[in-house]
């Protein structure tokens, strides 16, 4: 004979609601600090999460390609030791609902995992009028859904660089960590040709230096470089732009993109596991943590990044 349904089992067997799954989840321990399967194999090391200032990786959330709930979920239960953020790109947070996006920001905070809204607050800026009121909601509710860091860009908008500080400043104060992001390329962020930019032109590195100060003393968290104009959609590599930002800044505050994996290869071996960091695709999380760990990598790197710990 059949069970007998009631209407006790049918309400059990609905599924959870966003918020139940979130309470979950959030009771779970996340699997991405347990022992990996070969600890006798020799590998550089790497600091521990969430202590680890250096080598950290910051990853794409949506944008080019739809990362749900599920997939961010096996994704950083795989590889969450070797992911310490997650990038919003595109505003494409505004248009999910709102109790997923929760969802997907908590999945994230599991994993020991901070989350950033990427650069939509030029989007923000461009359409507010310069209504203060306005700014101070959006970032309100970005501190309300869970966002930990907010990038400030400027890749489309011109800025005068003491209000960009004063931005800095009233994004601290909301709760939320700024991170500026600031480049030589004019009209970076926005997927242009080569001969695009290059018509645009570019910017002196002492002008991205003189201001990543400034914001650092108004209170940022973090300064983003912008890849454009450096190592992405250039014809050759401004390796002269790196290193004079790697020897003017504080090294434990810039974070270099690296939105294709030949954008790590103008950076010193050492360097990439030592002092910077990247943002990168989450196809490019395996390769990125490969090459910190000296198991693997391209031809100019495979086996010469090595560590020594006294």
Known sequence: ??????????????????????????????????????????????????????????????????????????????????????????????????????DLIEVAHKHGCYVSTGGYIERVLASSGGDKNLVSKYLTKCKDVGFDVLELSSGFLSIPTDDWANLVEFTAAHGLKPKPEVGIQWGAGGDASVEELEAAGTRDPKWLIDRANKFLQAGAYMIMIESEGITENVKSWRTDVISAITSSLPNDKIMFEAADPEGTLPFDPARILAMLIFDAHTYQIVQLACLRRGIWGTGSTFGRIVTFDK
Request: proline fraction near 10%; avoid cysteine.
């Open 1 to 102: 004979m059949f069970p007998k349904i009631t209407s006790t089992s049918l309400r059990s067997a609905r599924p959870l609601t966003v918020a139940q799954r979130a309470m979950s989840m959030s009771t779970r321990k996340s699997p991405y600090a347990s022992p990996v399967a070969f600890p006798f194999l020799p590998a550089n090391a790497l600091d521990k999460k969430p202590e680890r200032k250096k080598g950290l990786t910051e990853i794409r959330g949506p944008y080019y390609f739809p990362v749900t709930h599920t997939y961010l979920d096996e994704l950083l239960s795989d590889w969450g030791e070797y992911v310490d953020g997650i990038k919003f790109a595109g505003g494409s947070f505004s248009l999910m609902p709102e109790e997923r996006l929760k």
